[in-house]
C-alpha cells in the first residue's frame, strides 16, 4: 500500500527523459530547433527527418529522404479493399475517419514485413512507411466518402509534388496552390511533436511493453481522436458552426457575449482553448492563426467573419477566463477556410504527428524500461465472496 497522493491526471508529473522536443510556457523547441525558426525557415520534411532521425538534414540527405517518401506513398491492396469495405460505415456514420485510420494502420502492420522487427534500422524504415503512407489513406478515404474515384491509386499522388501539397491533392484531385500547400505545410510543422502528450505516452507506454511500431501508432491514434487532445481542431470548428447557427452569420457582439455567458454559466469546456502546460498561450496558436487569416482575407467576406467571430471569442475568454487558445482553434477555422472536411481534421494531424510518435517509439526502445506506475486503491478490502 502506498502513502503518497496521487496526481490527478500525473499534471506536473516527470514521467521520463527525451532528446526529441521540450514543451515550455517560453520556447517549444524540436531537438534544438525553436518552432517559430522551424515555421519560417523549413519544410514539413525537413522537420520529419530531423525527428525521426535526429539531426538537420544534408542537401542529399533531405533529397534522399523525399525521395524515399515519394516511393512509399502506394497503399497495398489490403489496405484499400479495406477502405472501399469502410465507405458505406463511414456514410451511416458508425465509423468516423480517425476510426478508419486506425485500423489501415493496423492493416498496414499485418502487410508490412519487418512489422514484428523492432531494430532502430527496421523501426525507422517503418516510420518512412507510415508517414509516407498516412496522407494516401486521407485521401482516398475521402475520394470513397465524396464519391470521387480513387486519386492516384497506383502511386499515392504526384511524385513532383511535396508532403502537404500532396495531401491535399489526393485529397480533392486539385493540384493546391502554392498558398494553401504552404498554409498546411506549417500546420503539419507546428502538429508533428509535443513530448509526453497523451498520444505520445501512450505510444511510449506500448512501446514499453517491447510491443511493435503499428501497434504503438495504433494506440496512439486512438488516444489522438478525443476532444481533449487531437480532437478538438474539428470540435472547435463544430463549436463555430454551432455559433453560427444560433446566431446568424453577422457578428452582433452583444449576441456572442451572451451565447459565451450562456456556456460559461453551463460550465461547458470551449474546444481549442486551454491547455495542460500553456497556461498564457499556445505559440502554435498565433502563428497559424495570422496564415489562416491571410487566406480568409483572399477568399471573401464570409471566411473573414468567421475568423472575426473566433477573434471575439477568444478575446472574451482571454479577458474574463484567462483562459487562451491552443494550435485547434485556429486550425479548425483555417482548414475550414481551405475547404476541408471537417472530420479530416484529426486525420491530417495524424498524418503529422507520426513522426513525434515513431520517433519517441525509437527512442523508448533505445533505452527502454516498462512503464508501470501504481494505482492508489480506493475500493472495499473486507468483503466476502461466499456468505
Ligand atoms: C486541454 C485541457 C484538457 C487541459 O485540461 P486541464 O489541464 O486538466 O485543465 P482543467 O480542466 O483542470 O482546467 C482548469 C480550469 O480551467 C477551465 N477550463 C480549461 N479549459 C477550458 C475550456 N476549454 N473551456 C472552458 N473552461 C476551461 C476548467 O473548467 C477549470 O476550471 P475550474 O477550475 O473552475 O474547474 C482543457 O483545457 C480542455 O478541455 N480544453 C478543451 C479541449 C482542447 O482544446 N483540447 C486540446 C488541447 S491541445
Redesign the pocket.
Known amino acids: 500500500m502506498t502513502t503518497a497522493t496521487p496526481t490527478r491526471?500525473l499534471?506536473g508529473v516527470i514521467a521520463g527523459e527525451t532528446e526529441i522536443c521540450s514543451v515550455e510556457q517560453g520556447a517549444l523547441i524540436y531537438r534544438g530547433y525553436e518552432i517559430h525558426d522551424l515555421a519560417e525557415h523549413a519544410t514539413f520534411e525537413e522537420v520529419a527527418f530531423l525527428l525521426l532521425v535526429g539531426h538537420k538534414p544534408s542537401a542529399e540527405e533531405l533529397r534522399f529522404f523525399k525521395d524515399e517518401l515519394v516511393a512509399n506513398r502506394a497503399l497495398p491492396p489490403q489496405c484499400v479493399d479495406y477502405l472501399r469495405a469502410a465507405a458505406p460505415l463511414l456514410k451511416q456514420g458508425s465509423a468516423v475517419p480517425m476510426d478508419v485510420l486506425r485500423t489501415c494502420v493496423s492493416i498496414l502492420g499485418n502487410t508490412d514485413a519487418e512489422s514484428q522487427d523492432n531494430s532502430p534500422e527496421a523501426n525507422l524504415r517503418k516510420a518512412k512507411r507510415l508517414t509516407a503512407k498516412i496522407p494516401t489513406i486521407i485521401g482516398h478515404m475521402q475520394n470513397l466518402i465524396d464519391g470521387r474515384e480513387i486519386v492516384s491509386l497506383n502511386t499515392g499522388g504526384d511524385a513532383k509534388l511535396g508532403h502537404a501539397a500532396n495531401l491535399l491533392y489526393l485529397m480533392s484531385g486539385e493540384k493546391p496552390s502554392a498558398e494553401h500547400a504552404h498554409v498546411l505545410d506549417v500546420s503539419l510543422i507546428l502538429y508533428a511533436e509535443h513530448d509526453y502528450n497523451a498520444s505520445t505516452f501512450t505510444s511510449r507506454v506500448i512501446a514499453a511493453t517491447l510491443s511493435d511500431m503499428h501497434g504503438a501508432v495504433t494506440g496512439a491514434i486512438a488516444a489522438l481522436k478525443g476532444?481533449?487532445?487531437g480532437g478538438?481542431n474539428e470540435?472547435?470548428m463544430e463549436m463555430l458552426k454551432e455559433m453560427r447557427r444560433d446566431l446568424g452569420p453577422e457578428n452582433d457582439p452583444k449576441k456572442i457575449d451572451a451565447w459565451m455567458q450562456r456556456a460559461f454559466a453551463e460550465?461547458?469546456?470551449?474546444?481549442?482553448?486551454?491547455?495542460?502546460v500553456y497556461k498564457h498561450g499556445?505559440h502554435r496558436a498565433s502563428l497559424l492563426h495570422a496564415l489562416g487569416r491571410k487566406i480568409a482575407e483572399r477568399k471573401g467576406p464570409e471566411f473573414v467573419r468567421l475568423f472575426e467571430l473566433g477573434e471575439q471569442v477568444q478575446r472574451i475568454?482571454a479577458e474574463q477566463?484567462q483562459?487562451y487558445p491552443?494550435?485547434?482553434?485556429p486550425c479548425g477555422m483555417t482548414y475550414y477556410t481551405m475547404g476541408i472536411a471537417v472530420p479530416q481534421y484529426t486525420p491530417i494531424f495524424v498524418a503529422s504527428r507520426i513522426t513525434g510518435w515513431c520517433a519517441h517509439i525509437m527512442e523508448q526502445h533505445a533505452n527502454n524500461r516498462l512503464i508501470r506506475p501504481i494505482a492508489q486503491y480506493t475500493g472495499p478490502r473486507d468483503l466476502k465472496w461466499k456468505g
Do not use: Q, S, T, Y
Open positions: 491526471g499534471e476532444p481533449l487532445h478538438a470540435a472547435a460550465k461547458r469546456k470551449l474546444m481549442g482553448f486551454g491547455h495542460r499556445d475568454m477566463k483562459i491552443n494550435v485547434d482553434f
